[in-house]
């Protein structure tokens, strides 16, 4: 433990000596003019836009960072008390608009223009609204790395009307949907154009083609000519209710007739500061999760779809690493793929100050059965320091509510760097967990190095994680190791040392935007230094101009297995040992702007002790832009020799059909011979108003062998958003 800290400590010791602040946002700035009128949305652009000023000269941005963007795009701005107001006229030289289909925040994939926001303007995290040509919307919280979370919802508007050389879009936000200070005058801003007909995606300011374009390290400057409004609208009310009927066959229990009435609500305390409520939240809308082939010894990742657990969420869910997560709001109000009631929830979200983000969220679940009722609570401070840096710490709290009083806790810190331009980034995180009876091993920490330039990239990451690290709302899957033969789980605490290496080449011109060798090193250790397991990938990557990529590697494992472990027949595991095999796979992209799209992942080689084909393929067709229609086939044949042998699919079809931008029909088949399941899920979507829905689901869920039914259920739901 002491070693890894320090060694942590060096590399952000060297990363703050070596990092250049860079701050580029005064080489762009526009504006804001105040209006006293409204702006009519409707795709028409009125004389009221003659008092904005006037944004233009994209810049190249993706697949190439140099030179003018060929499609030019010009942006003006307005604001009254309500709303801001953007107009973007979008010109294309008559190139066909490329639209994969109208759903929201299916943003990238089509012709579109979008706005990122930064009101704190801390550079660590904002907003993005984006509209399609055809006028679909997307919306999504950006972090400080421009990842995104597209699941964010918000009510705002949009039209877009179509003429002979360009596309104009006039979008209103109102203010109640931002988080801000009203006393600062200066905003983060950014603008992008995807321009699919000349593949480019283009910005307004200039950065490297290696950093997203969502990346607020990058923006420019809004800047307001008046006092920014303070919002009068500060209570929004979403009330709902869900029918639902269906029938439980394994349990035998009947039809099961429910009638769910909901009640969601937003209260603005200030605004920069939120305060969410939920009261018998049904999430039955909620499409189902994609099944996936398993072949790890360990536990997948699902992510969240819940919208109560959303907004905000980069507030709770960046602390910890991606497979060590201290909280993962999927163990609330979920029990091994059952549904446990939730009573209420609530949640505090925002900025204490231009510089402090605090997260505070409480859930009280009900019990259902042998699980007990009970109560999570969660606490998350986030601090800037520097220029893109953040202090931050979290606690999250398990406490049984029925007779039995056992609880599990988990608290922790952690420092994440950035430097100015991104280039280069650290951290250094340490928890604790607290449950009865268990002081010793129960701390995880951690601590990562990474250079993001134009011609490479390398990142580090050293953790340890100790045996009695329970995370009873968290995600640490790889702590928990399957003995087959006696049929339970051993905690056993590891070390994981891993690196990542990439050369970049960027050709100046050709059907090749960028190639390069990859390799990655991974070694697990357990029980002070014995060894557990090692991997070692070598490949090589291309990118095409067209969007189309081709991959190919190669994987060296080492592996200690420390347990018997059953990866096809249950009667007769794979006996513990050391095991050394060796995979090779080839994977295609074609051009997804195509109406016709296709990919395969060809894999082959060892697994274990056995001889591994693997090939994971799809095929996609569209009909622009209302249907879109994909199969996905994931088929692996393993060979254990005398231990058996088995051929596994995972079959999905999905169908998308959409009617108009309000409007939309979801089916998707999944047939999965490894878990002998066969499942159809339909969702019907009608957004009559701005964030008001009606949906109707049916699911349905088969044993496969003999083919009987399992479970069945149709749901209708309605909500509508009241502000008042």
């Known amino acids: 433990m002491f070693k890894l800290i320090i060694t942590t400590t060096i590399l952000l010791s060297f990363s703050l000596i070596c990092s250049g602040q860079i701050n580029q946002q005064s080489n762009r700035q526009i504006t804001i003019t105040k209006i006293t009128a409204d702006v009519k949305i409707d795709g028409v652009e009125d004389s009221i836009w003659i008092q904005a000023e006037l944004a233009n000269?994209?810049?190249?941005?993706?697949?190439t960072d140099e030179g003018l963007a060929q499609s030019q795009?010009?942006?003006?701005?307005?604001?009254?008390?309500?709303?801001?107001?953007?107009?973007?006229?979008?010109?294309?030289?008559?190139?066909?608009h490329i639209i994969q289909n109208l759903k929201r925040d299916n943003f990238w994939s089509n012709d579109g223009f979008g706005v990122v926001l930064d009101p704190i303007?801390?550079?660590?995290?904002?907003?993005?609204?984006?509209?399609?040509?055809?006028?679909?919307?997307?919306?999504?919280?950006?972090?400080?790395?421009?990842?995104t979370d597209w699941n964010w919802d918000a009510k705002w508007y949009s039209r877009v009307g179509q003429y002979a050389d360009y596309w104009l879009v006039e979008m209103a936000i109102p203010f109640y949907t931002l988080r801000y200070d009203a006393e600062n005058k200066t905003w983060g801003i950014n603008f992008v154009r995807n321009d699919l007909g000349n593949n480019m995606y283009s910005t307004w300011t200039s950065f490297p083609t290696n950093f997203d374009e969502l990346d607020l390290g990058y923006t420019g400057q809004l800047l307001w000519s008046e006092q920014i409004p303070k919002i009068e609208k500060r209570l929004a009310i979403i009330p709902s209710l869900t029918g639902t009927v269906g029938e439980d066959f394994e349990q035998e229990s009947g039809t099961d007739w429910r009638l769910t009435p909901s009640l969601d609500a937003k209260y603005m305390i200030t605004s920069s500061m939120y305060l969410d409520l939920t009261i018998n939240p049904d999430f039955s809308q909620i499409e189902v999760d994609r099944q996936v082939t398993n072949l790890s010894r360990f536990s997948l990742f699902f992510p969240e779809r819940r919208t109560f657990f959303l907004e905000n969420s980069d507030l709770f869910t960046s602390f910890g690493r991606s497979r060590v997560r201290p909280f993962f709001s999927r163990r609330i109000g979920l029990r091994n793929g059952e549904n446990i009631p939730i009573l209420f929830g609530a949640r505090l979200t925002g900025n204490l100050t231009e510089k402090t983000r605090l997260g505070i969220m409480n859930v009280q679940t009900g019990d259902k059965g042998e699980l007990d009722a009970q109560n999570y609570g969660v606490l998350a401070v986030q601090q800037r320091v520097l220029k893109r840096s953040t202090i931050g710490g979290i606690f999250v709290n398990r406490q049984n509510t029925s007779e039995s009083q056992d609880y599990n806790r988990v608290a922790g810190t952690e420092f994440t760097y950035s430097s100015q331009n991104g280039n280069i980034s650290a951290d250094a995180m340490l928890y604790k967990s607290f449950s009865e009876n268990l002081n010793q091993g129960n701390t995880f920490a951690s601590g990562s190095f990474g250079l993001n330039e134009r011609a490479y990239r390398l990142y580090m990451t050293a953790e340890h994680i100790g045996e009695n690290y329970l995370t009873d709302v968290g995600f640490t899957p790889r702590l928990f190791n399957y003995d087959a033969v006696r049929d339970t789980t051993v905690r056993i605490e590891y070390q994981r040392y891993s690196s990542f290496g990439a050369l970049d080449f960027r050709p100046t011109n050709g059907s090749i935007v960028f190639h390069g060798p990859?390799?990655?090193?991974?070694?697990?250790?357990?029980n002070g230094n014995q060894f557990n397991e090692r991997q070692i990938y070598l490949g090589y990557e291309i990118d095409f101009a067209n969007q189309s990529q081709f991959d190919a590697g190669v994987t060296n494992y080492r592996i200690n297995l420390l347990f018997p472990t059953s990866f096809i027949d249950n009667d007769n595991p794979l006996p513990a040992g050391i095991y050394n095999y060796t995979d090779l796979f080839l994977d295609w992209d074609s051009d997804p702007r195509k109406l016709f799209g296709y990919g395969t992942v060809f894999t082959t080689g060892s697994f274990f002790s056995a001889r591994r084909v693997g090939l994971r393929s799809y095929i996609q067709y569209r009909v622009q832009p209302w249907l879109r229609v994909r199969l996905n086939h994931n088929f692996n044949h393993i060979d254990f020799g005398e231990r058996g042998k088995e051929d596994l699919h995972l079959l999905g079809l999905r169908t998308e059909v959409s009617f108009s931008t309000t409007i939309f029909l979801t089916a998707f088949f999944q047939y999965n011979t490894q878990s002998s399941n066969f499942n159809i899920n339909t969702r019907f979507q009608w957004r009559f108003a701005p964030m008001s829905d009606l949906f109707i689901v049916y699911t349905d869920n088969y044993i496969t062998e003999p083919f009987i039914v399992k479970n069945r259920y149709l749901s209708l739901k309605m909500n509508y958003w009241l502000n008042l």
Not at 518 to 526: C, E, F, G, L, W
């Open 121 to 147: 303007n801390t550079q660590t995290n904002g907003f993005f609204f984006g509209v399609n040509s055809r006028g679909s919307q997307a919306e999504a919280l950006v972090e400080s790395t421009g990842n």
């Open 57 to 63: 000269g994209f810049i190249n941005h993706r697949p």
């Open 73 to 96: 795009t010009e942006v003006k701005m307005l604001y009254n008390d309500q709303f801001v107001f953007i107009m973007a006229k979008a010109y294309h030289g008559n190139n066909p």
């Open 518 to 526: 990859r390799i990655s090193a991974t070694h697990y250790t357990h």
